[in-house]
């Protein structure tokens, strides 16, 4: 089920669920657990992860029981590629936190074999006993991740191809289309939907068609958001103008 949470901006948004994060994470290391979080790029998040480091910095808020999953990581680019995402992770976030380096993950957007990191990435979530906290963003397709439509419900962690809608979207940081690499190594729909809690964050007016699509539209292939429907506590955290066509 999808609960819709309004907030009045993006930085309120922002600090609500870094308090949410920051409370789990407290709770668990209390008890000795790890808190598993499963993390996203774009510039959504951004505001969130400024809270974070905010919170670290200010208010001693450790890292060191996180460990952390990203969503993907595009085909071909090294990790110290400027635009990879693992670049996009250490700048806004991870080098600003004093979370292990052993502890966080991104798929290796190198790999001759993505059938194999794939599946040893599956592996590694299990072993980590599953992710507590999923962080979205969403695309104008309808992707979460890189799970363009059409994706399955059923679909787990693998090599796809992007929409050119996605990546006409995600030229700008590249600055030129032609650079935007043509595929991604993603989580699996039924990968994000396994994870205890999800977090879904959009904002502004360009999200709003998307956003009620996600939450209004029967669950199928076509929109991959709408099998958000199918998951026992996702929250889409909005402002105004993202809920807009609700
Ligand atoms: C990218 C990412 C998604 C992200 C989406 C939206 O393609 N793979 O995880 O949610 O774009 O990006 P933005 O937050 O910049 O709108």
Same mark, same amino acid.
């Given at each position: ?7 009045? =901006? +993006?930085?309120?948004?922002? @600090? ?8 789990? !994470?407290? &709770?668990?290391?209390?008890?000795? +657990? ?18 974070? /480091? ?6 001693? &808020? ?9 969503? =993907? ?10 635009? *990879? ?45 599953? !992710?507590?906290? @999923? ?8 992707? !979460? ?6 994706? *399955? ?25 032609? @650079? ?8 699996? /729909? ?7 809690? /999800? ?7 360009? +999200? ?7 939450? +209004? ?11 958000? @429907? ?17």
């Amino acid at each position: 089920m999808i609960s819709v949470r309004l907030h009045p =901006d +993006k930085h309120s948004a922002a @600090q609500a669920i870094a308090r949410e994060i920051a409370d789990l !994470i407290r &709770l668990r290391s209390e008890s000795g +657990k790890a808190t598993v979080l499963g993390l996203a790029t774009g510039s959504t998040p951004l505001p969130l992860y400024a809270e974070l /480091v905010r919170l670290s910095r200010e208010e001693g &808020l450790s890292f060191r029981s996180v460990v952390t999953f990203n969503l =993907d990581e595009y085909a071909g680019l090294s990790a110290d590629h400027p635009q *990879s995402y693992r670049t996009f992770m250490e700048e806004n976030l991870f080098r600003h936190l004093d979370i292990p380096a052993a502890n966080i993950h991104i798929p290796d957007g190198l790999t001759d074999d993505a059938a194999r990191e794939c599946g040893a990435y599956e592996a590694s979530i299990r072993a980590a006993g599953g !992710i507590d906290l @999923q962080v979205l963003g969403i695309g104008r397709t309808g992707h !979460i991740g890189f799970n363009e439509p059409p994706s *399955s419900a059923d679909c787990r962690t693998r090599r796809v191809h992007l929409d050119e809608v996605t990546r006409q979207d995600n030229s700008v940081v590249f600055g030129d289309l032609a @650079q935007v690499p043509r595929g991604a190594l993603t989580m699996g /729909v039924a990968t994000i939907l396994e994870a205890r809690r /999800v977090a879904l964050l959009a904002f502004g007016a360009a +999200k709003a068609g998307i956003v009620a699509r996600a939450v +209004k539209e029967a669950p199928s292939a076509d929109c991959p958001a709408t099998w958000l @429907q199918r998951h026992p506590d996702c929250v889409f955290h909005l402002d105004a103008a993202a809920a807009q066509s609700l």
